[in-house]
């Protein structure tokens, strides 16, 4: 449950930093389950392109959400070995598929701001704000925002009586 | 049971159990007003409850004994032997009361003065406190102690004393069974589910140990692993049967609404309901509470008949409405069936051309049994007029949507005059199902799928020889088995999203999708198994094509398609149901059928078209027909056919088919196929009664289309024998065939050389 809200303790807050390309994100511990290495993942097809696919975590079915896709990163940096963020979200498991996994970040609450108006739409729309640390900037990721996709297909719908 | 009413009972009863114990204590220890907080609030709140299902007997004591429980608690009254023992004898009066409660469903009749006993003596304590004597316990025990006396000890005297104090089957209740409280344990769903889940991975770990072991030669674990096995299964059936509820739960409130009913819609019904306690999995017990409601209120509001037309009609004038619930073959089978007036099937067939969910040929050809069915098509109701009960907008579509959802089917079968039953069939649970493992090439890769075997009807190993084999139409593919040609889809297709070349190896799954079959081409069959359905997160869940996943033996995750979403995508469901998405191949049409079904345009049907060019002449407008109208497609040589007295007739699987041109011309003249074939579509149907097979003799299938369904009338071509509509297709002209037209001189010719069979005066033509 990361809200924009929840996100901006009293006393700062933690990151989980991870990398995509040449950026730095982070993510607020608190949403954060567990960070597992790449995974085999089951394919969805006719599911958004940003849905990696299915993993099994432990006989729990999570949800895996390719955040390059996801935030159309297209920089040409290689990622070897991604790594699995897992969150729970609404009662529900996902991973978030990243190049690299750093330290968790403590946020000094005034080094926390909203995210500048010129960041692509494609960011601005899933970035809760922006954190200048000595590691140079990042993004935090409101992953809320992050787990809205739609679907190539998806039900028309429901019919209920 | 009603739910409302068991909750009431367990309730109630945990209250009052603690309440011996509770005024005991505070008998003893006056001081405890926290205790004696408890108990007021069990007696109040079993007053309200009883307030809510009018038990006004349980109610008056409650009431009067929380008085009591006042005046003691300001003060008014010493908390004495004397004092308290009305209150306790109370107690057990409300005990024995919810006991019968238990057995006879409602308060145990009585004029009230049954408990006069029990009131008085509490009344009397009230009135010492009213008289605001407070001092020492001896003005107290004298005015109380003469009618307090023989009601106080519990059983016998009490019994003998008040007239039959409650009916007597609470007392056999209390001697002989165990009360409802004491044998059931109430458990939050959400520790059944967690169980369940539980129970699911231990089944997942038990599949891969079995595997394992089966791979090795010795293992010195076999007989550990085959005692887990055994005990894993005992378990997971025990687990299921935690969730398992009888489905009379889902019947609970029909009762009430046929009681309901009867006033608003004027008629006598009386409601039976046969097997409730078959067991079932409560969701999908929550699943069918609806669809049942909707089919109950149903029969009531339009099956059956006015008191004075039963009469007319012989019938007794009380309709029935019955319920049936049984177990069969892994399925439950719910009937709601009522002796009402039954369906016309004459006027559900001219309602359904109507409505434009049939064509006219669909019509004739159609048996009873399916036009019956159209009902459940969306848009359909033979109500003249909307009533207040049913008449609502949601028809019987909605109600086979929610069976079909929980993986049931439903079907109606009615005969006129002596009533209707709507059979549903749904499967035990959706928990853990067997399955079909499959394969799916996707690109380079194969994937692995599970298809619940609910819905599978066989399988099919494909050949290029063999008997069952796939026709390829123009990239299209069906599968003619045995004698029908069913629509065939390629699951990578749909998977992938991606035309694939047409491969004629593999296997076919036939798929049930409501009363419509379909084949489904596979690249593999690997295995069937159990599988534990996992629900997918909110994001998979949006796409129509899975059910859920599951996790292998070997800890693949894998995909469990939901096989009805896969047909609705292919298309393959030809007209009602299927809204293709599939825009590319639309075509424009300008037809003539029927005027009032503007507002289905997004429909489709699969046509056949085709071309029947006669030899060297122009080539001709192309001709189609609906793929669900066609029977067969055959290639014959053209020697085989032979001249009759009005026409041509084939020899056919051992009997004559009459086959003609569809423009009535000579055989000869037709253009034949390269390999100097002549194909012919065989359609069957019924014609005036009687089975009626014809042959249509064409030069050349062109393609499969999808195309909405003949909807717009054109004037120009009303009375043109033989064709029923043209339409736009990929840019020519195209007119579709009347079915109906061809069957008719087919059941002509047949006539006439049935009677002239055995004089065998066939000649040859060609």
């Known amino acids: ?161 | 049971m009603d739910d409302l009413l068991g909750e009431f009972l367990v309730e109630c009863g945990e209250g009052l159990a603690t309440l011996d114990e509770r005024i005991v204590a505070y008998e003893g220890n006056p001081s405890d007003a926290e205790n004696l907080n408890v108990i007021l609030r069990v007696f109040h709140s079993l007053k309200g409850a009883c307030g809510i299902f009018s038990f006004s007997r349980m109610e008056r004591l409650a009431h009067v004994s929380e008085d009591v429980l006042v005046a003691m608690r300001d003060g008014r009254l010493p908390v004495a032997q004397a004092t308290v023992a009305p209150i306790l004898s109370a107690v057990d009066r409300l005990k024995e009361l919810i006991a019968a409660i238990e057995q006879l469903k409602s308060e145990p009749a009585g004029n009230g003065r049954e408990d006069d006993s029990i009131i008085i003596s509490l009344k009397d304590v009230l009135e010492l406190a009213g008289g605001g004597s407070s001092h020492s316990s001896t003005p107290v025990r004298v005015p109380v102690e003469s009618p307090v006396a023989p009601v106080q000890p519990k059983s016998k005297p009490s019994a003998s004393e008040a007239p039959a104090p409650v009916a007597p089957v609470a007392q056999a209740s209390t001697s002989n069974q165990l009360s409802l409280m004491d044998q059931s344990l109430r458990v939050g769903v959400d520790i059944l589910d967690r169980l369940m889940n539980l129970v699911g991975e231990l089944v997942l770990s038990r599949n891969q140990l079995l595997q394992l072991v089966a791979s090795a030669e010795t293992s010195p674990f076999i007989s550990l692993v085959q005692q887990l096995n055994r005990v894993t299964s005992g378990l997971q059936e025990a687990v299921m049967r935690t969730r398992m509820q009888p489905i009379g739960n889902a019947w609970s409130k029909l009762p009430r609404i046929v009681r309901d009913l009867q006033g608003t819609v004027g008629k006598e019904i009386d409601l039976v309901m046969q097997g409730a306690e078959t067991e079932i999995d409560r969701q999908i017990l929550q699943a069918i509470q609806d669809p049942l409601t909707h089919c109950v209120r149903n029969a009531a509001d339009h099956g059956l008949e006015s008191p004075q037309d039963r009469q007319e009609m012989g019938k007794p004038t009380r309709g029935t409405i019955t319920l049936r619930a049984f177990q069969e073959g892994g399925r439950i089978h719910i009937e709601v069936s009522d002796d009402g007036r039954g369906m016309d099937v004459e006027a559900v067939r001219r309602k359904g051309v109507e409505k434009g969910l049939i064509s006219q040929e669909q019509a004739t050809r159609l048996s009873d049994g399916d036009i019956l069915n159209l009902v459940f098509e969306p848009g359909f109701s033979t109500a003249k007029k909307v009533t207040e009960i049913s008449g609502r907008g949601v028809g019987l579509d909605v109600v086979r949507t929610n069976i079909e959802k929980v993986g049931g089917s439903v079907e109606l079968k009615s005969e006129l005059g002596v009533g209707t039953t709507i059979r549903i069939r749904i499967p035990l649970t959706l928990a853990i199902v067997p399955a079909l493992i499959v394969g799916a090439k996707l690109g380079a890769v194969q994937e692995t799928y599970a298809i619940p075997q609910l819905a599978v009807v066989e399988l099919v190993r494909m050949t290029s020889e063999g008997r069952d084999r796939v026709e390829k139409l123009q990239g299209t593919q069906v599968l003619r088995l045995r004698d029908r040609l069913l629509p065939l889809v390629e699951l990578s297709e749909i998977l992938s999203g991606e035309k694939r070349e047409v491969c004629d190896e593999g296997f076919v799954i036939v798929v049930q999708v409501g009363e419509a079959r379909v084949g489904m081409r596979v690249d593999e069959i690997f295995d069937t198994q159990e599988i534990v359905v996992k629900p997918v997160g909110r994001l998979v869940r949006e796409i129509p094509l899975y059910a859920g996943s599951t996790i292998l033996g070997d800890g693949r995750v894998i995909m469990i398609l939901e096989v009805s979403g896969v047909a609705m995508q292919s298309g393959a469901l030809s007209s009602g149901k299927s809204a293709s998405t599939e825009k590319s191949r639309q075509v424009e049409l300008s037809s003539h059928a029927s005027d009032d079904s503007e507002g289905r345009g997004a429909e489709m049907t699969r046509l056949l078209v085709f071309s029947s060019d006669v030899r060297e002449s122009a080539k001709t407008a192309p001709l189609a027909v609906a793929l669900g109208q066609v029977a067969r497609l055959e290639e014959v040589d053209p020697e085989k056919i032979e001249r009759v007295e009005d026409g041509f007739v084939l020899q056919y699987r051992g009997s004559l088919l009459p086959v003609m041109r569809p423009d009535g011309g000579p055989v000869s003249d037709l253009r034949f196929k390269p390999d100097g074939k002549i194909g012919v579509i065989v359609f069957n149907g019924k014609h005036e009664g009687a089975q009626v097979n014809v042959g249509l003799l064409v030069s050349e299938i062109i393609d499969i289309i999808d195309a909405p369904n003949l909807a717009r009338k054109e004037s120009s071509l009303r009375g043109k024998s033989g064709v029923a509509g043209s339409m736009i297709v990929q840019g020519r002209a195209t007119e579709v065939i009347d079915v109906e037209y061809y069957l008719s001189r087919g059941r002509a010719l047949g006539a006439n050389f049935e009677s002239e069979r055995g004089v065998s005066s066939l000649q040859e033509v060609l």
Do not use: Y
């Open chain 1, 1 to 161: 449950m990361t809200t924009r809200e929840s996100t901006q303790g009293k006393d700062g807050l933690e990151l989980v930093s991870f990398r995509l390309g040449t950026q730095i994100f982070g993510i607020p511990v608190s949403g954060v389950q567990e960070v597992v290495p790449a995974q085999p993942l089951t394919r969805i097809p006719r599911a958004d392109p940003a849905l990696a696919g299915l993993l099994n975590l432990r006989g729990q079915i999570v949800t895996a959400i390719d955040l390059r896709s996801r935030l159309h990163i297209s920089d040409s940096d290689g990622r070897e070995s991604p790594m699995n963020i897992v969150v729970s979200d609404r009662g529900e498991l996902f991973s978030l598929v990243v190049d690299s996994v750093g330290d968790v970040l403590s946020v000094p609450s005034g080094r926390f701001e909203g995210t500048p108006g010129n960041l692509p739409e494609r960011l601005q729309k899933v970035c809760g704000g922006v954190c200048r640390l000595e590691e140079g900037l990042v993004l935090v990721v409101d992953v809320t925002s992050v787990l809205e996709l739609g679907a190539d297909l998806s039900r028309q719908g429901s019919n209920a009586l």
